[in-house]
């Protein structure tokens, strides 16, 4: 019943993967951060949790709710020039994004392992079986995009919900003043 609340918010753009928005408010930062977390406290029908320090803060949804593709929502608040300016990125948690840099780490480490003992065994005129190493990184690779792109796809629903929370809490829509500024 949620989703389809979600998905009926008008005005609303398809949310890409890591949708990044600045917007500028008339709230002061400590306004900005004291309605998120307000409404983490009393209207929060998906529990989400609030962490962060200073004006950092990060919208997680809880534990028992988190998959492997559920996104977190990181808020940066900070006044500049007497303006106060909200920054939001929509993203997988770090955890996510480290099993994707070491996995694509290793691929790339055993590609040029496989490159480097192969062009060597063939210099010395030895069997260069160290090519070997290098076939199974393409496929390396396209499991880890294919992941990724499931990820992206099922965690569409999940990112509304972190952004129609803050819209709400801050009492604007955050797209359309970060596409009007």
Not at 17 to 43: D, G, M
Not at 47 to 55: D, I, N
Not at 84 to 91: A, E, K, M, Y
Not at 146 to 168: E, N
Request: aromatic share 10%; charged share 20%.
């Amino acid at each position: 019943m949620v989703v389809m609340f979600i998905r009926s918010v008008p005005n609303m753009p398809d949310l890409e993967f890591r949708p990044r928005f600045r917007f500028t408010t008339p709230l002061s930062a400590e306004e900005v951060k004291s309605r998120i977390t307000s409404r983490t406290r009393t209207q929060n029908p998906h529990a989400l949790v609030l962490g962060g320090t200073g004006f950092h803060l990060v919208l997680n949804f809880p534990a028992k709710a988190q998959r492997s593709w559920t996104p977190q929502m990181d808020v940066d608040v900070e006044v500049l020039e007497g303006r106060t300016i909200v920054r939001c990125l929509i993203g997988p948690s770090p955890t996510i994004w480290m099993l994707f840099v070491g996995g694509y780490m290793f691929s790339a480490i055993l590609a040029l392992l496989g490159l480097s003992i192969g062009v060597s065994q063939q210099i010395v005129g030895a069997d260069p079986w160290g090519f070997l190493l290098v076939a199974p990184t393409p496929f390396i690779a396209l499991v880890l995009w294919l992941m990724a792109q499931g990820g992206k796809v099922r965690s569409r629903d999940d990112m509304r919900v972190l952004k129609v929370f803050v819209d709400d809490a801050l009492g604007c829509d955050c797209f359309a003043l970060a596409e009007q500024g």
